[in-house]
């Protein structure tokens, strides 16, 4: 399976706890996005890289989020001292800029309660 | 400011008739519109997409239309089958701010046989 692979599924924490989620992008793509989706709600845009190089944050991430994609491969999203609000589903989403389209493919998410 | 509603949180069709789901955009900048068809628990799936530059886009059963001047887009569904039932939402997306996409608040599509 060469699809967009996200670890772990689920994840339940107690609320000031800190959890790491990790997104493996499709191989060849150099970009991977992060997404939050809330219930009722569509996914909304948290940060992106190209390659390493992070682009943009946006608004909704606080300072304890953090993401990082070391070497362009993998990316890990953090979140330091949870609060029940950072309950949401979080996506990971990669794409391959250069062919002139902008679908990007998603990972199965990670399921976040903070209790 | 939500950028991309959907309108109708929730559509029943009879199997075999056309389904028509419906997004309005109002950031004039977008240049490329996109279609994700969601199970629960899963992460969205890619359906068709289309760029700014086109009025229409079709994939089998499923064709895009976007009205520019209007600032609308829909997604039709011809014949709808009852695997098609699901969360639909309509994404779109600027070139110049990185191609991360925007989403309206979906759609949930309920076909029944």
């Known amino acids: 399976d060469t699809g967009v692979s996200q670890d772990p599924r689920h994840k339940i924490t107690k609320r000031g706890q800190n959890v790491t989620f990790r997104c493996d992008p499709i191989s060849e793509h150099n970009r991977l996005y992060w997404y939050r989706q809330t219930l009722g709600q569509g996914p909304e845009f948290l940060t992106y890289?190209?390659?390493?190089?992070?682009?943009?944050k946006s608004r909704l991430l606080s300072d304890r989020f953090s993401a990082e994609r070391p070497k362009g491969s993998f990316s890990t999203l953090e979140i330091q001292r949870t609060e029940q609000g950072d309950s949401a589903m979080y996506l990971c989403?990669?794409?391959?800029?250069?062919?002139?389209?902008?679908?990007?493919?998603f990972g199965p998410g990670t399921r976040l309660t903070v209790t | 400011d939500q950028q991309v509603k959907q309108n109708s949180p929730s559509l029943s069709v009879q199997e075999g008739r056309i389904s028509i789901l419906n997004c309005d955009y109002t950031?004039?900048?977008?240049?490329?519109f996109l279609w994700y068809k969601k199970y629960p628990a899963e992460g969205p799936t890619f359906l068709i997409s289309i760029s700014s530059i086109k009025d229409k886009n079709e994939d089998g059963r499923f064709t895009v239309f976007l009205n520019k001047s209007a600032k609308h887009l829909s997604l039709h569904i011809v014949p709808s089958q009852p695997g098609d039932s699901a969360v639909y939402f309509c994404?779109?997306?600027?070139?110049?701010?990185?191609?991360?996409?925007?989403f309206g608040q979906g759609t949930e599509l309920s076909v029944k046989p």
């Open positions: 994404a779109a997306s600027d070139y110049n701010q990185g191609g991360k996409l925007i």
């Open positions: 890289f190209q390659n390493e190089a992070q682009l943009e």
């Open positions: 989403a990669s794409s391959f800029l250069g062919t002139g389209s902008y679908e990007q493919y």
């Open positions: 950031n004039s900048m977008f240049d490329y």
